[in-house]
């Protein structure tokens, strides 16, 4: 048995410590907001939050992560400004990829006291295979704006 801490819950799961934290998150506790994209760690579908940081749960095992604190985009508050400027801006497209947008990004603006729009554009490095990046870049800037009306 391994013990995780998953959105503020400890979760025991009965799974081998070499377990992609991705199907960790997917199969055994049926959070299905991480998606898988690559299995590689390229796309950032599958990214969620280790203490706080961006993770790319496919490249990462379950093993790796006991005794973090691990937040998948259920976790996310729904009033978080990131989650709120996607609904603002309708950025989804098709939305496959959007949670591991939403995560990264907030991931960044918590790491980073005041990065601008641009700074945070340049370093997103997610994949939306329907090229909703227009719209990924209004989110951006508008999370970036509530972000800081709330600072």
């Not at 025991?12 to 049926?30: F, I, K």
């Not at 994209?37 to 093993?63: I, K, P, Q």
């Not at 790491?111 to 994949?127: F, G, R, V, W, Y």
Request: proline share 5%; glycine share 8%.
């Amino acid at each position: 048995m391994i013990s995780l801490s998953v959105n503020s819950k400890v979760q025991e799961l009965d799974v081998p410590g070499d377990t992609p934290l991705l199907w960790a998150l997917r199969d055994t506790l049926d959070l299905k907001g991480t998606k898988f994209g690559c299995g590689t760690g390229d796309c950032g579908c599958c990214t969620v939050h280790v203490d706080g940081e961006a993770v790319r749960s496919c490249t990462v095992t379950v093993e790796e992560v006991k005794g973090k604190k691990i937040t998948t985009i259920e976790g996310l508050p729904e009033n978080h400004p990131v989650k709120q400027a996607w609904l603002k801006e309708q950025v989804p497209q098709c939305g496959y990829c959007q949670p591991g947008f939403i995560m990264q990004l907030a991931a960044e603006l918590s790491l980073k006291p005041t990065p601008s729009a641009e700074q945070l554009i340049s370093q997103m490095d997610n994949i939306c295979r329907c090229s909703a990046y227009a719209s990924i870049k209004r989110g951006i800037k508008t999370a970036v704006q509530m972000t800081k009306k709330e600072a």
